[in-house]
């Protein structure tokens, strides 16, 4: 399911020039979940692949100027219809939490992995995308056993005077519910 290279084998690669090695590979213990669209409130672009990749067109939005070269990533991004596009091996520090925190330890991006929800804080997840996070997040475990149910948690609980994904509309009862 996941290579030795951390790349998930059902994931479309399209890798990120965003991300740097972690200090310690044997210290994956974190599952991170998020939301993100561009425009924000849009789905089913490419812009999130382009906004990772650092090839969004500033132009063609004038939110994308805003944000065009803030050089960030995650390991994994799940749209709308199920698919799962891997930019970071999950070996690799992926550049997702920021300035974070959980369980009393800084620093998140080192020791964790972060998903992407094609989403908004607002709009209900597609059920294909419940499905789709739950099998590489079962994945996940098998793979790097430090991470556990209660060490999957949201950006906003790691950094919650930032951030506010995934939002109150992610069903965590349910994710949770397909998890066993
Ligand atoms: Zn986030």
Redesign the pocket.
Known sequence: MIDNQGWYHTARKVPSPYFDERSDVNDISLLVV?NISLPPGQFGSDHIEQFFTGKLNPDEHPFFKVIHKMGVSAHCLIKRNGEVVQFVPFTARAW?AGQSSFAGRERCNDYSIGIELEGTDYVAYTEEQYQALAKLSQALMIMYPQITVPRITG?QYIAPMR?T?PGLVFDWIKYRALLD
Do not use: I, M, T, Y
């Open positions: 998020h997702h950006h951030k994904d």
